[in-house]
């Protein structure tokens, strides 16, 4: 009913970059260049080089000139994305890396301050494991809206304290993977040392599984079990 309501007061544009589901949400326009029939030539984009792609149509068609102050943004979003820097993923990445370095985007500057990426050390593979993490943090220990206040915030005092507690929050999440870490493996070890057990004392000593354990190939064995629903899944 809330999302009725919002379309009968605003037109909707979503821009995505997966592949589509059928049938497609209603909206006012969906923007993917994976859609059929779309005859954007490069397929790749991610979701940050979609939305721009968009600015840039509402530009031309207000006869406006194309702006790039916007570009690094772009960039940090598509590096971010982990996806191939090749085609126009390469051009946005390029450029918003150019602007970086010139320190144009408050916000952004002071979140690469705090993560000691800065000047020549401004790349692509700085910003995908030093810097992106830091603004993921903020939607998985608090709320992803703090990323964005501080990609926008004008301020550099403001800045330098929300890119700080971005860190912070990152730390915090780095703690709560490896305390998950540390507690799965724990579990697998009494798994695996359970199964050997069983399968050295149990009535199955004689089937291929056991000959397996005995052979000293027993991490080998649960490790393709585990991996094959995995695969499967991946497949279809």
């Known amino acids: ?25 209603e909206a006012y326009a969906v923007i993917n260049p994976k859609q059929d029939g779309c005859p954007y030539p490069f397929k790749e984009l991610a979701g940050a080089g979609v939305a721009y792609k968009l600015c840039q149509a509402l530009w031309q068609h207000q006869g406006l000139a194309m702006k790039t102050e916007h570009m690094e943004l772009a960039a940090l979003g598509t590096i971010a994305d982990l996806v191939a820097l090749n085609g126009e993923n390469r051009i946005i990445a390029k450029a918003g890396l150019e602007r970086m370095k010139q320190g144009c985007n408050v916000g952004l500057q002071a979140l690469l301050h705090d993560a000691a990426v800065e000047g020549d050390h401004i790349s692509a ?12 943090a903020a939607g998985r220990i608090s709320h992803a809206v ?16 929300m890119a700080a ?13 490896r305390h998950i870490t540390q507690t799965s493996i724990l579990a697998s070890s009494a798994l695996l040392l359970r199964a050997w057990w069983n399968a050295s004392t149990g009535p199955l000593w004689s089937s291929a599984c056991t000959r397996a354990w005995v052979k000293g190939r027993a991490a080998v064995f649960p490790v393709s079990i585990c991996m094959r629903p995995c695969n499967m899944q991946r497949m279809s």
């Open 146 to 161: 703090q990323g964005v206040r501080l990609l926008l915030e004008q301020d550099p005092l403001k800045a330098r304290d």
């Open 165 to 177: 507690e971005l860190s912070e929050m990152n730390g915090t999440r780095q703690e709560i993977e």
């Open 1 to 25: 009913d809330a999302v009725a309501a919002f379309k009968d007061r605003f037109d909707i544009i979503i821009t995505d970059h997966h592949e589509p589901p059928d049938p497609l949400p």
């Open 125 to 136: 593979g700085r910003i995908a494991f030093t810097v992106a993490p830091r603004l993921n």
